[in-house]
């Protein structure tokens, strides 16, 4: 994994809240309290960045080679991602 992305801060959901690796995670809502509203600005923030990548996720899982069980080579498969991924990048640009 290339350094810039090693280091970059991970964004989580609410499920991997005390996770060991350093997440950054929303802020869960105390048992019976409320959240301040600088909390749940922070949250709408982190949303708003993990969208992103969940739309990505789900444009590449539309392709059928990655969704479904890998039938080729195991050793072509990065090279299959890497096209469909570049197709995808292509289809957003000429959108």
């Not at 923030?45 to 080679?65: A, L, M, N, P």
């Not at 498969?77 to 289809?91: A, D, H, K, R």
């Amino acid at each position: 994994m290339p350094e810039e992305i090693r280091e970059k801060p991970k964004i989580a959901d609410k499920a991997y809240v005390g996770a060991d690796k350093p997440t950054q995670t929303p802020h869960k809502k105390p048992k019976g309290g409320e959240l301040s509203e600088a909390e749940k600005e922070a949250n709408r923030q982190i949303s708003r960045e993990r969208i992103v990548v969940e739309y990505g996720i789900r444009k590449v899982k539309g392709y059928r080679d990655v969704r479904d069980e890998f039938r080729l080579a195991q050793g072509i498969f990065p090279t299959v991602v890497s096209v469909v991924v570049g197709l995808i990048q292509f289809s957003d640009l000429m959108n």
